[in-house]
């Protein structure tokens, strides 16, 4: 029951060191997504796909890049890390839910990844 | 440019009583509407959800209710216990934009026994 998975967990950078945050889904999801979480920022989309082979920029892109070469990986980069990229990274997938009477959709969430930047 | 808004940090409620948390949305776009809950060092995990067809979707607990003329929504938990302690981030979505979300800032509750 693996679900959203994200690798690494925690990592400590340099600033101007580069480093790629995996995401892997079992659930044969089209929709794949990264956030970040700030205190008091909530969560901020930062990049995603919405199918193998697509990416599309977020409310804030700048300094990442993504791919999703496979439809279960969605990979963010950081070229050259920089201390305000110091946060926690979300990724999340889209899928079908039901409740309530109502067929929607929601968005289920990897554990995170802690990114420090020195 | 803050679309999705919660307005209050933190909420303290006793116990057994009920729990109100709040979130305001200025897009008018915006069809879909979720809570996520969130407990430290763990992914936010998914709450309850409401289209924009309905102004009330009830799950055991957890009621979400939806004003769409005053661009509000809240999510009651009656009656709260001391597990539903945890930040709630409220979201909310477009038709065929992607599916992404757009989350406020979050509510830490904190349920006192």
């Known amino acids: 029951n693996a679900g959203v998975t994200q690798t690494p967990k925690f990592r400590v950078l340099k600033t101007g060191q580069s480093m790629t945050l995996l995401c892997a889904q079992d659930m044969n999801h089209e929709y794949m997504y990264w956030y970040r979480q700030d205190p008091g920022m909530g969560l901020r989309l930062i990049h995603y796909?919405?199918?193998?082979?697509?990416?599309a920029k977020g409310e804030v892109p700048d300094g990442y890049n993504v791919s999703r070469l496979k439809k279960q990986n969605f990979l963010l980069g950081l070229e050259s890390a920089a201390p305000s990229q110091t946060s926690v990274y979300f990724c999340?997938?889209?899928?079908?839910?039901?409740?309530?009477?109502?067929?929607?959709?929601?968005?289920?969430f990897g554990e995170g990844s802690w990114l420090t930047v020195v | 440019d803050q679309q999705v808004k919660q307005n209050s940090p933190s909420l303290s409620v006793q116990e057994g009583r009920i729990s109100i948390l709040n979130c305001d949305y200025t897009?008018?776009?915006?069809?879909?509407f979720l809570w996520y809950k969130k407990y430290p060092a763990e992914g936010p995990t998914f709450l309850i959800s409401i289209s924009s067809i309905k102004d009330k979707n009830e799950d055991g607990r957890f009621t979400v209710f939806l004003n769409k003329s005053a661009k509000h929504l809240s999510l009651h938990i009656v009656p709260s216990q001391p597990g539903d302690s945890a930040v709630y981030f409220c979201?909310?979505?477009?038709?065929?934009?992607?599916?992404?979300?757009?989350f406020g800032q979050g509510t830490e509750l904190s349920v006192k026994p």
């Open positions: 897009n008018s776009m915006f069809d879909y």
């Open positions: 796909s919405v199918g193998e082979g697509t990416t």
């Open positions: 979201a909310a979505s477009e038709n065929n934009q992607g599916g992404k979300l757009i």
């Open positions: 999340a997938s889209k899928g079908e839910l039901y409740t309530g009477g109502v067929s929607g959709n929601t968005i289920y």
